[in-house]
């Protein structure tokens, strides 16, 4: 681990080096003896930073929704037309789950059984704040529309989580859609599908 | 584990409870020592029937796709009116995700890493032909439609599996929402979104 007098940048570094760990052997096939080794720390001194494996699974994905926040969230907030407003947190998102740099995200979406009590809540009111400000975004650009929606905007919301958070799966950025064409092309399916405008 | 002279109803028997100890514990946090107690075998007993760890996961996750063929393929392809096929997928599938009878499937969902070389192959060529029925499906739906498509067939049949399989991460068969008003609203937002059709 490059050395740094920065603690919040050095949680950081071993956030993400972890996350690969975790990523390669699954959180609980992976020690902290791997952890450390993949670090460059001892053992003892993994612990001092992180406290315990629940904790780093817990800072990684605390990590993982900053960077949703500063990359998605606090971009889209600064927007007050909700049509432009949805269409940067489409993009937004779906550069964060096709982008393999961010791969705490993909534990994240994965891990969440294996964070237990107090600090799964944590994460989960974090998940659920975005998805409510998704919500709303999304009833707000049904104000301005024409028709009815065919689904409510909460049934909307997830159902786009959905089509993104599951690229990962299948969509990769070499392949033959380009990361632009498929944001054009999920904004416009789920605009259509939620307003039924042509 | 009760006593059947049927082999193949035996090994699922045994997928289905080692399903149920990887969900709990992971892949790589399960031993096939935990999976022999769980199913009620020794652990040389459980190497008999299954081989080894890889190709335990590997039944298991072939046993998911017999699922998903038996409860969703083989009924969607009696159909010959394209619409009417896609909603029988649709609900279908929805059923399979949301029903926690088949834990299997969220196995296969998200362990595909665990598994390597043909396995891996062979499941992925069985993932790959669902895929290609319905995206074929979906093109046979296009050609009756008035309007150009706003996604392409293969791009819609991907957003449709993220929106279907998504569900396991927070919808509940207890909650506000039946299953019948989520096949619905999904079938509708589906239309409209790929057929631009109110």
């Not at 972890?18 to 020690?31: E, H, I, P, T, W």
């Not at 294996?114 to 704040?129: D, H, M, T, V, W």
């Not at 997830?158 to 690229?167: D, H, K, Q, T, Y």
Request: glycine residues 8%; contains cysteine; aromatic residues 8%.
């Amino acid at each position: 681990m490059a050395h740094t007098r920065d603690p919040k940048r050095q949680l950081r570094e071993i956030c993400s080096i972890a996350a690969r760990v975790f990523y390669d052997k699954g959180y609980d096939g992976a020690s902290m003896q791997d952890i450390a080794g993949a670090v460059g720390l001892t053992k003892a001194g993994l612990y001092h930073h992180v406290g315990s494996k629940d904790r780093l699974l817990f800072e990684i994905m605390n990590y993982g929704m900053d960077i949703l926040d500063e990359t998605v969230l606090s971009k889209a907030r600064g927007i007050s037309e909700p049509r432009e407003r949805l269409r940067r947190l489409i993009a937004g998102h779906i550069d964060l789950i096709v982008r393999t740099r961010n791969r705490e995200i993909t534990v994240i979406l994965h891990e969440n059984r294996s964070l237990k009590g107090p600090l799964r809540s944590k994460i989960n009111a974090r998940k659920l704040e975005y998805i409510r400000f998704l919500e709303s975004t999304i009833a707000e650009v049904q104000t301005s529309a024409s028709s009815p929606p065919a689904i409510t905007p909460r049934l909307a919301a997830f159902a786009l989580l959905g089509m993104i958070n599951w690229l990962y799966q299948w969509y990769k950025l070499d392949g033959k859609v380009t990361e632009e064409e498929l944001v054009q092309a999920y904004t416009r399916f789920f605009l259509r599908g939620f307003l039924g405008e042509t």
